[in-house]
């Protein structure tokens, strides 16, 4: 009797034993969901040194509190750009934070003040990446991008040294004095390193330039910098760019300035140039250009009688007058009158025109990228060689070429937009009797593959191309000349003013060399 008692009191403690360990599961899955859920955040420090370089005792900072720390999420760079550099790496710039993102462009997500001391701390940060912008009125403006939030405490100081972002001697991020230009400067002048300058009015240097690697220049709005003697900007050991860009309006909206002239020769490396009425205008003998990006502006690069003009690995993006004209430098890259032109590995987006080549140039266009241009290239009167590009969904012609005395050559393109090539400018008799060789091209999604208009009296050799079909008819179709031309009200012009395509033979198979090689 008494052991049954027993076994029954020991059940009876059993129970609710069992009962704890199984909820001990769910409150431990409880717990871990809990904790998934809750926010992971970590804290942004950091110190900030203003430096008075001047050698003018009146600025020297009493205190370096004030100092503004923004925190911004990282800008969406263009996927038509970045399907590029996927694809093509080795021809344009590899864009991104430190090409794309402008402050003004957004709000920050998070914002602070130094103290006293110049330390800051930014506390509940979401995890991620960001860009760090630190300023103070009269000391410039700092960017820091891609920088990386963990858990914990992350010492803006020490990650940017990590980085290598820039040399100094100690972990302290220093802003100095921002520099006022105005009027003329006689002598050589340098932009130095992570400096901002801010141009108020007209400038002129009589002397050579350099833009040291870092250096931020703004521009005011309509106003311009000319610099009589060279330009001088070549690639840093960092890599960091150096940025020429406008000033602030009111509203602390990017404007439009004046752009820049240089009349001297020129190497620019590792430069972004945006938010320009004028761009940059380069008149010099020689002018260098390498990964370097101008972008949201009404003129792009612009070389007038330059005995050489060397482009490569750059990005002209964005870049339309407002006033579209053959007499303006609409192109990205526009060349006026220069002896010898190269063009090579470069990305054309998203401009009036892509590559603009007129009066006299011999120009050769390759290994490039033409994307959502009106149009891509663009030759007149100049002896021009096109070859081994892809030309995409520009709006109206592909290739433009126009002028007589010279024969442009456009060979082992693909040329993938509405329409190809246009022979000629319709209805102007300064630019007539073009007779482009066009061989060994991948035509494909036409609905035009070449149009000759105008005043255009010669027949052009538009043989060994493929059209992605072997059908003579369906290939007739998408070549308009002298059979199909029409004069727009003027009945009585001599048809013979417009010469033929003489398309055949022509391939089967595409053509294996054709595109960026």
């Not at 009027?183 to 009589?206: A, C, M, P, R, W």
């Not at 620019?268 to 009425?277: A, D, F, G, M, P």
């Not at 140039?361 to 892809?390: H, K, M, P, W």
Request: aromatic share 10%; net charge negative; glycine share 8%.
């Amino acid at each position: 009797m008494k052991r049954k008692t027993m076994k029954k009191i020991k059940r009876s403690h059993l129970l609710p034993a069992l009962a704890i360990l199984a909820i001990f599961p769910l409150l431990m899955m409880f717990s871990a969901c809990n904790s998934s859920t809750s926010p992971k955040t970590g804290t942004l420090t950091g110190r900030v040194e203003l430096v008075n370089d001047t050698g003018n005792p009146e600025l020297d900072p009493v205190d370096f509190s004030g100092v503004r720390i923004a925190i911004y999420e990282l800008t969406t760079l263009d996927t038509t750009i970045t399907r590029i550099n996927r694809e093509y790496p080795h021809i344009g710039v590899m864009i991104g934070q430190e090409t794309e993102f402008d402050h003004r462009d957004s709000m920050p997500i998070y914002k602070t003040i130094t103290a006293s001391d110049g330390s800051f701390s930014q506390g509940s940060v979401a995890l991620g990446r960001y860009n760090v912008v630190i300023s103070k009125e009269n000391w410039g403006i700092r960017y820091f991008h891609n920088i990386q939030i963990t858990p914990g405490t992350n010492d803006l100081n020490n990650l940017i040294s990590m980085a290598n972002i820039e040399p100094r001697t100690t972990t302290d991020i220093k802003l100095y004095p921002e520099v006022v230009l105005s009027s003329f400067i006689q002598g050589d002048f340098g932009f130095d390193s992570y400096k901002t300058y801010v141009i108020e009015d007209d400038l002129t240097i009589n002397g050579d330039v350099v833009f040291n690697e870092g250096t931020r220049i703004e521009i005011n709005a309509m106003k311009s910098m000319m610099i009589n003697g060279t330009l001088n900007a070549e690639l840093s050991s960092s890599g960091s760019y150096s940025i020429v860009t406008s000033a602030y309006n009111s509203q602390g909206e990017a404007t439009q300035s004046g752009g820049i002239v240089v009349n001297g020769n020129v190497i620019l490396e590792n430069c972004v140039i945006e938010y320009s009425l004028n761009g940059i205008k380069m008149n010099g003998a020689q002018s260098i250009v390498r990964n370097c990006v101008i972008r949201k502006s009404s003129g792009g690069m612009a070389f007038e009688n330059n005995e050489r003009v060397d482009i490569s690995n750059s990005i002209a993006s964005v870049i339309r007058d407002a006033i579209p004209s053959i007499y303006t430098s609409s192109g990205g890259f526009y060349a006026l009158r220069c002896d010898e032109v190269s063009i090579d590995n470069v990305v054309l987006h998203s401009n009036t025109a892509g590559v603009k080549i007129k009066d006299y140039c011999d120009a050769q266009v390759r290994n490039s990228f033409f994307v959502l241009n009106n149009y891509g290239v663009e030759s007149y009167a100049s002896l021009t060689t096109i070859e081994n590009n892809v030309l995409e969904k520009n709006g109206k012609y592909d290739v433009r070429v126009c002028g007589g005395e010279f024969d442009p050559v456009i060979q082992r393109n693909y040329l993938l937009s509405d329409k190809g090539i246009c022979i000629g400018l319709d209805m102007n008799f300064n630019y007539y009797d073009c007779t482009p060789i066009i061989h060994d091209n991948n035509f494909r999604d036409n609905e035009v593959a070449m149009h000759i208009i105008g005043f255009n009296r010669f027949d052009v050799d538009a043989s060994m191309n493929y059209f992605y079909t072997s059908d003579a008819d369906l290939i007739k179709t998408l070549i308009i000349d002298r059979d199909d031309f029409v004069y727009h009200g003027h009945p009585n012009m001599v048809l013979d003013s417009t010469g033929k395509i003489n398309y055949t033979p022509f391939r089967s198979f595409p053509v294996l060399g054709a595109g960026i090689e």
